[in-house]
């Protein structure tokens, strides 16, 4: 086809173009053919450092090639932030472009109303061909959603042999989830998606989310490294009183065994404290054997010093373990977006795809001591966003604007030409990504819901700017935090009460109004007494009855193809 053909049409000039056609190019064809494709990678908990795209020392020594070429192809967001840093209600801000308040799912445990315009279904509604594969994690299933195709992980999926469920019931597939989520994504890629189509697919991985268990080939990757402690690592809080109460700390709150896969004693294999037991008990007793050699090493010799180690060896040994199983998940979710990013070119759909890579929200690397996300502190309201369209965003292109994930949905739908609603609460990223971008915003506003739950992070809402940021948390408590980010980005400071920060506080609580006001958040009475109200969702076995026994075990187990 005519390449000059291609750009005037994406320009939208296609009426002007249709004259100067070749005659085998008939204009629907054409137009059809210049709408993008859009792949939405999505990870849980990726922490912007271990990106190493980034430039910050863990990811140079746990790298990231692949996930880094889409941001050499295309953009980096150096300020990208989210509306509520938890899992299921990040998701619905994605695919509304609206805050959890307007599209009702403000915390996990909430039912999501599929049926409300999503970028993927209004893409859909234009002709587009739908699939979602991986975590889902809003709902039970995708009710509402109109996908052509979905295989989705039962709630947050487990990292190996995970039980599938499809349309046509739930199976339990034996293998390392990453892995699987990837030969899925291809497989429907190469032969089950409507190929006189675009697609929009959505590829979303379990890992790194906790708890943190690497492929086999992975898990001892980092065994010999040792990454920097943060300076933060034993932060005692003071001055900041939300923070004393959580319940996320490495070295006093994550699960020994479960988390940290710690053995009982020199020799032995079995897991200290363990919250969730099914997930190693998943492990065929081939599996199981591979990973306690893994780990028996490293456990014998900590097993045979713990006894002659201070508190603050034991905190750094389990940094250490975090770190090492962490960052090994990631190498796995690195290796997938190769596969991806290699077929596309290798199927001549890497011009006309958008690929983008992010997170659910960030994570916390041990700064403050803690894993985990939830709090507005930078390093879990900020999240590694890059995005590669050759067709349209040149390479090495740096974004420093701050973003939202409200932000996604309206920048693909005006990317795909269809109009985005007018109720929707982000701003297309299009211009910015050109350059072009005028009068962008230069606050954002952040509301976390959820408590009490667990890691007791109390419910709070603050504003950032790009120097300043305000906190309030509230409900069981009534403090105020402000930190200059500036002079303290490591956020150990509250200069709440610091009269040379009056004006700027000021300024920031008129500022906090003027965002609640602009996005219809409702007055703050109506949440300060709020219970959290779990709604009551189906079983799988009641959905699916014909996939489980009288036990409620799956039936079918199968390995992967």
Same mark, same amino acid.
């Given at each position: 086809?005519?390449?000059?053909?291609?750009?005037?049409?994406?320009?939208?000039?296609?009426?002007?173009?249709?004259?100067?056609?070749?005659?085998?190019?008939?204009?629907?064809?054409?137009?059809?053919?210049?709408?993008?494709?859009?792949?939405?990678?999505?990870?849980?908990?990726?922490?912007?450092?271990?990106?190493?795209?980034?430039?910050?020392?863990?990811?140079?020594?746990?790298?990231?090639?692949?996930?880094?070429?889409?941001?050499?192809?295309?953009?980096?967001?150096?300020? +990208?932030?989210?509306?509520?840093?938890?899992?299921?209600?990040?998701?619905?801000?994605?695919?509304?472009?609206?805050?959890?308040?307007?599209?009702?799912?403000?915390?996990?445990?909430?039912?999501?109303?599929?049926?409300?315009?999503?970028?993927?279904?209004?893409?859909?509604?234009?002709?587009? $061909?739908?699939?979602?594969?991986?975590?889902?994690?809003?709902?039970?299933?995708?009710?509402?959603?109109?996908?052509?195709?979905?295989?989705?992980?039962?709630?947050?999926?487990?990292?190996?042999?995970?039980?599938?469920?499809?349309?046509?019931?739930?199976?339990?597939?034996?293998?390392?989830?990453?892995?699987?989520?990837?030969?899925?994504?291809? $497989?429907?890629?190469?032969?089950?998606?409507?190929?006189?189509?675009?697609?929009?697919?959505?590829?979303?991985?379990?890992?790194?989310?906790?708890?943190?268990?690497?492929?086999?080939?992975?898990?001892?990757?980092?065994?010999?490294?040792?990454?920097?402690?943060?300076?933060?690592?034993?932060?005692?809080?003071?001055?900041?009183?939300?923070?004393?109460?959580?319940?996320?700390?490495?070295?006093?709150?994550?699960?020994?065994?479960?988390?940290?896969?710690?053995?009982?004693?020199?020799?032995?294999?079995?897991?200290?404290?363990?919250?969730?037991?099914?997930?190693?008990?998943?492990?065929?007793?081939?599996?199981?054997?591979?990973?306690?050699?893994?780990?028996?090493?490293?456990?014998?010799?900590?097993?045979?010093?713990?006894?002659?180690?201070?508190?603050?060896?034991?905190?750094?040994?389990?940094?250490?373990?975090?770190?090492?199983?962490?960052?090994? $998940?990631?190498?796995?979710?690195?290796?997938?977006?190769?596969?991806?990013?290699?077929?596309?070119?290798?199927?001549?759909?890497?011009?006309?795809?958008?690929?983008?890579? $992010?997170?659910?929200?960030?994570?916390?690397?041990?700064?403050?001591?803690?894993?985990?996300?939830?709090?507005? =502190?930078?390093?879990?309201?900020?999240?590694?966003?890059?995005?590669?369209?050759?067709?349209?965003?040149?390479?090495?292109?740096?974004?420093?604007?701050?973003?939202?994930?409200?932000?996604?949905?309206?920048?693909?739908?005006?990317?795909?030409?269809?109009?985005?609603?007018?109720?929707?609460?982000?701003?297309?990223?299009?211009?910015?990504?050109?350059?072009?971008?005028?009068?962008?915003?230069? +606050?954002?506003?952040?509301?976390?819901?959820?408590?009490?739950?667990?890691?007791?992070?109390?419910?709070?809402?603050?504003?950032?700017?790009?120097?300043?940021?305000?906190?309030?948390? =509230?409900?069981?408590?009534?403090?105020?935090?402000?930190?200059?980010?500036?002079?303290?980005?490591?956020?150990?400071?509250?200069?709440?009460?610091?009269?040379?920060?009056?004006?700027?506080?000021?300024?920031?609580?008129?500022?906090?109004?003027?965002?609640?006001?602009?996005?219809?958040?409702?007055?703050?009475?109506?949440?300060?007494?709020?219970?959290?109200?779990?709604?009551?969702?189906?079983?799988?076995?009641?959905?699916?009855?014909?996939?489980?026994?009288?036990?409620?075990?799956?039936?079918?187990?199968?390995?992967?193809?």
């Amino acid at each position: 086809m005519n390449k000059k053909l291609l750009s005037l049409m994406v320009a939208g000039t296609l009426s002007q173009a249709v004259s100067a056609a070749p005659i085998e190019a008939a204009p629907a064809e054409a137009a059809e053919a210049q709408r993008p494709n859009i792949i939405y990678i999505m990870s849980d908990d990726h922490a912007v450092r271990a990106v190493s795209a980034y430039g910050d020392i863990i990811g140079e020594m746990a790298p990231t090639p692949n996930i880094d070429r889409i941001a050499e192809n295309g953009a980096r967001f150096d300020s +990208s932030f989210v509306t509520n840093s938890l899992c299921g209600p990040s998701r619905a801000a994605m695919f509304t472009g609206k805050f959890g308040h307007i599209n009702g799912f403000n915390y996990n445990g909430q039912v999501f109303d599929g049926s409300q315009d999503t970028w993927t279904n209004l893409l859909h509604d234009e002709g587009y $061909t739908t699939a979602a594969i991986g975590k889902w994690h809003i709902n039970l299933t995708p009710d509402g959603f109109k996908f052509d195709h979905w295989e989705i992980l039962n709630d947050q999926g487990e990292y190996y042999n995970p039980d599938w469920i499809t349309k046509d019931g739930v199976e339990t597939e034996i293998g390392y989830t990453t892995d699987m989520i990837t030969e899925k994504t291809i $497989t429907w890629l190469d032969s089950q998606r409507d190929k006189d189509k675009p697609f929009a697919l959505i590829m979303h991985h379990k890992a790194p989310h906790r708890n943190w268990m690497p492929a086999p080939e992975y898990t001892q990757l980092f065994a010999d490294v040792e990454f920097p402690v943060p300076e933060t690592y034993f932060d005692n809080y003071e001055g900041r009183v939300a923070a004393q109460g959580q319940e996320m700390n490495i070295y006093r709150d994550a699960q020994e065994g479960h988390d940290l896969k710690m053995t009982t004693g020199v020799g032995e294999t079995e897991w200290r404290q363990d919250i969730w037991p099914h997930l190693l008990e998943r492990l065929s007793p081939e599996q199981r054997a591979e990973w306690d050699a893994a780990y028996q090493e490293r456990n014998d010799y900590m097993n045979k010093n713990a006894a002659n180690w201070s508190e603050e060896e034991m905190a750094i040994w389990k940094y250490q373990r975090y770190m090492q199983d962490y960052l090994a $998940t990631i190498r796995s979710v690195d290796d997938s977006v190769g596969e991806v990013l290699d077929y596309l070119k290798a199927n001549d759909l890497h011009e006309n795809t958008i690929v983008v890579y $992010t997170s659910d929200q960030g994570f916390y690397l041990g700064e403050h001591g803690w894993f985990d996300k939830r709090f507005m =502190y930078e390093e879990s309201f900020r999240t590694p966003l890059v995005m590669q369209y050759p067709a349209k965003i040149k390479p090495g292109t740096v974004v420093n604007e701050m973003v939202q994930n409200i932000d996604y949905a309206p920048t693909f739908l005006e990317y795909a030409g269809v109009n985005v609603p007018s109720d929707i609460q982000g701003e297309s990223m299009v211009d910015l990504l050109a350059g072009e971008a005028e009068d962008w915003r230069t +606050s954002l506003y952040y509301h976390f819901y959820e408590f009490p739950a667990i890691h007791k992070v109390q419910r709070h809402y603050g504003v950032r700017d790009e120097r300043y940021k305000l906190i309030h948390f =509230y409900f069981r408590m009534d403090e105020w935090e402000f930190y200059d980010l500036e002079k303290d980005p490591q956020e150990m400071n509250n200069a709440y009460n610091d009269p040379q920060y009056a004006k700027e506080i000021k300024r920031l609580k008129e500022e906090v109004l003027r965002l609640k006001d602009q996005y219809d958040v409702p007055p703050m009475d109506e949440w300060v007494r709020m219970p959290l109200r779990r709604q009551r969702k189906p079983r799988l076995w009641d959905l699916y009855p014909d996939s489980y026994d009288e036990n409620n075990k799956v039936k079918v187990t199968r390995p992967v193809k």
